[in-house]
């Protein structure tokens, strides 16, 4: 019983998941912010893991492609914030961490 929870416990540190924000630079994309412009915009993007977090260890989201997709042109004042919610910690528990789904809202300002 030990043994189960030491292994438990040091797959729990060691398992990250992560999710990179890229760009293939096909629109002009600024984290600065522009005065003149007023019309803003969020796309929520949800990535799942696996396993504690392990598989895959790292997803990549092009902000690019996914503004194309929802038929934005170009975007400033782009921010990035992770969404809890309690359907993802009821996922956690109820799959013991082997479905780890995460969630991020993107914003920005369109121009």
């Not at 893991?49 to 004042?77: A, C, R």
């Amino acid at each position: 019983m030990i043994k189960q929870s030491l292994f438990l416990s040091l797959v729990f540190f060691i398992s990250c998941s992560s999710i990179h924000f890229s760009s293939h630079n096909q629109i002009p994309t600024s984290f600065d912010y522009k005065e003149d412009k007023d019309l803003h915009f969020s796309v929520e993007v949800s990535k799942p893991f696996y396993m504690w977090g392990m598989y895959p260890n790292k997803q990549t989201v092009y902000v690019d492609d996914l503004f194309i997709s929802e038929g934005y042109k170009s975007i400033s004042h782009l921010q990035i914030a992770e969404v809890n919610t309690n359907e993802k910690v009821m996922w956690m528990l109820l799959t013991f961490g082997m479905y780890y789904p995460q969630t991020y809202m993107l914003s920005g300002t369109l121009n």
